[in-house]
DNA sequence: CCAAAAGTGTTGAATGTACACCCATGG
DNA sequence: CCATGGGTGTACATTCAACACTTTTGG
């Protein structure tokens, strides 16, 4: 409609690192110690160079922060393209949800921790948005994939995974429910090993893996599903 | 790590916009008559201009194409960022899934049509991968959330909803179990009208429409819910 | 032998599919 | 009055939350 000026624009990558950390569910962020936004908090990211695909991009960029061996998981959110999304600069920004395992300790620089999603510091331009949408990715996703071993250690008891699933989700988790969902699903199974019980005594507690560390679908279609096929008899 | 020349790059705006029509679901596709991939057909779009947003960039393209006023849902699908997706052209793409109701019928260009997904004829670049991840997407949110009233007519016997669901997801559907769905979901509810019978006799069919027509989820957290609330005994 | 932690089993509610049955209309 | 399409209700399966109960350890 409106002719206007077509021209290449400049565009950024941004990692919503999530890990849970103290029982809470933790946000990769770094201060920023320039201007714009000068000593707010901000996402890890940085330009996109020639030749380099987005997801190349993140991972480079991440590196600088964390070590991106640690990285279980990593998914493409959204591209954020308002023009106004940097206060006049011209900016276009595809964001990541990136996965750390809670047994990773990964080394972070000076500038950069980790903080609570539900008590963020002010964050810079659109970056409390970005990271409210990777929580929420995250929360849909441990109901109907296996996305929990993003999170979680090689193995674990129980209990510890109910630990990581109430941080992550925000609610109570019952233990004794959680396994029987992730046992039903074969999302995660018996390692045969147990863990020595704790100086206030109990039962041991029967260790646990995840089946696949890849993501997978394993509640797909939960109505509307197609009819059954007529049961072949034999 | 390796030192990467950075500078701005181009980006385009692609939309899979998807309609039923003769029970099937149909793409919206253009005949590329130029060079590179010519003769292929492709998904509209265009080059992302000044000051634009990607929303804004892929209506005004699709502008071209279709009545933009008959899109009755429009949202993000994914960012491309392969530096080969273009053979050696470096183009990002961000391409959206647009859904237009059965009862719209607007007029395309001569190189434009409609094509059934189970059908595709060759497309251009890895515009099949996006038809592919747009399709993937309306059926997921058929399921959980309102997202056939972007497809459907504003008033519609259940026959004709189910014909929808049908064409849109592939499968066979229940007549009497999809009201019954939507019904308690409350997506749907009857306008209290009836359809006249056919020619072949049989009871009128009574009409619904969709309660609200933007999205809403209506099957929030299928498993690992938060517990019920302490139910108060007034 | 008791407290603490872990694991198992049962119950009831909710949801969804399949299918039988009833209703209204045109010829 | 019967065929045809539309609508309602019931039976059954699955899944999940809630909770009681049992098991295994340390003191």
């Keep these: 409609m409106t002719p206007q000026v077509i021209e ?3 565009h950024e990558s941004l990692a919503v690192v999530l890990q849970v950390r103290e029982d809470r569910l933790c946000v ?18 940085g330009l996109l160079a020639v030749g380099e695909s987005l997801e190349s991009s993140i991972q480079r960029h991440l590196a600088a922060k964390v070590d991106v061996a640690e990285l279980a998981h990593l998914e493409q959110l959204e591209t954020r393209s308002d023009p106004s999304r940097l206060h006049g600069h011209r ?13 990773a300790e990964p080394a972070v620089p000076d500038d950069t921790c980790w903080h609570p999603v539900d008590a963020l510091p002010p964050l810079a331009f659109d970056h409390a ?3 409210a949408a990777g929580c929420e990715r995250l929360r849909s996703k ?20 109910r630990e990581i699933y109430r941080a992550a989700l925000g609610h109570e988790i019952s233990a ?16 045969g090993g147990a863990r020595r019980p704790g100086p206030a005594g109990g039962r041991p507690a029967a260790t646990y893996r995840f089946c696949t560390r890849t993501l997978e679908v394993t509640d797909r279609f939960a109505v509307l599903r197609p009819p059954a096929p007529a049961t072949s008899g034999s």
Aim: proline share 8%; glycine share 6%.
């Design 91 to 103: 900016l276009l920004a595809t964001a990541y949800l990136g996965l750390i395992p809670i047994d």
């Design 8 to 10: 290449p624009v400049s």
């Design 129 to 131: 948005e970005l990271v």
């Design 176 to 191: 004794s429910n959680l396994s029987q969902v992730l046992l039903r699903r074969q999302e995660i199974t018996p390692t």
């Design 28 to 45: 990769l962020l770094w201060q920023r110690a320039q201007s714009p936004a000068r000593g707010c908090w901000a996402l890890p990211g």
């Design 142 to 161: 441990l109901s109907y994939t296996n996305i929990g071993f993003a999170l979680a250690p090689a193995t674990f008891t129980i209990s510890e995974l």
